[in-house]
């Protein structure tokens, strides 16, 4: 059974930054490909960045490449998100997920991870 606990939310005026952390805990980490998720109220969940095992290839979703930069520390069994020149749009409950296998083979959605955390709730206010 694969745990997976976030932190770092919080309340950050527009152009402001966070770091987000999701430690892992019941499986082997380091074979796993991770990622970000995030959902604002009334919407769907939305993809947001994501990170192959071994931290060689990394994608973003569109509205936030340039901003926000996904990483890693197998040694630590944590994923990160940092969040720079954050905008009133990137409100919202932000999740972390494990994937079925430790890469992509095309865009990173839903269907390609099997382990959620419980979230952390991101308020941008402008």
């Known amino acids: 059974q694969v745990q997976l606990v976030e932190s770092g939310g919080g309340l950050v005026q527009a152009g402001g930054s966070l770091r987000l952390s999701c430690v892992v805990s019941g499986r082997t980490f380091s074979r796993q490909a991770m990622g970000w998720f995030r959902q604002a109220p009334g919407k769907e969940r939305e993809f947001v960045a994501a990170?192959?095992?071994?931290?060689?290839?990394?994608y973003y979703a569109d509205s936030v490449k340039g901003r926000f930069t996904i990483s890693r520390d197998n040694a630590k069994n944590t994923v990160y998100l940092q969040m720079n020149s954050l905008k009133p749009e990137d409100t919202a409950v932000y999740y972390c997920?494990?994937?079925?296998?430790?890469?992509?083979?095309?865009?990173?959605?839903?269907?390609?991870?099997?382990?959620w955390g419980q979230g952390t709730q991101v308020t941008v206010s402008s």
């Open positions: 997920a494990s994937g079925y296998r430790s890469t992509f083979y095309s865009t990173p959605t839903v269907a390609d991870f099997g382990s």
């Open positions: 990170i192959t095992w071994s931290g060689g290839s990394t």
